[in-house]
Nanobody
């Protein structure tokens, strides 16, 4: 069992930056993949980025490439999402997710077994 707690959300003006954190507990994350998803009001939850814990291989959805960076701190069992050049359309609840690494790209909700409660990110224009 893995418990995930997100933090770092808030209100920021367009063009600004935020760093989200996701602290994991319950087990070591070697062999796991960690993902960030987001859900805007009235929309379905969508994939943002993911990182494989052991190899730190990363993948991003097109809309955040070049602006967002996913990383992890092995000693702190924490994954981060650095978000720069934020846009109003980035406004959403951001969720951290985790799962044992399986085949595939790990970009669907169904690829993940564990979820955090989410943290709100609001970008004003």
């Amino acid at each position: 069992q893995v418990q995930l707690v997100e933090s770092g959300g808030g209100l920021v003006q367009a063009g600004g930056s935020l760093r989200l954190s996701c602290a994991a507990s319950g087990r070591t994350l070697s062999g796991y993949v960690m993902g960030w998803f987001r859900q805007a009001p009235g929309k379905e939850r969508e994939f943002v980025a993911r990182i494989t814990w052991s190899t730190t291989n990363t993948y991003y959805t097109d809309s955040v490439k070049g602006r967002f960076t996913i990383s992890r701190d092995n000693a702190k069992n924490t994954v981060y999402l650095q978000m720069n050049s934020l846009k109003p359309e980035d406004t959403a609840v951001y969720y951290c997710a985790a799962s044992p690494l399986r085949s595939g790209w790990s970009v669907s909700e169904s690829d993940y077994d564990y979820w955090g409660q989410g943290t709100q990110v609001t970008v004003s224009s």
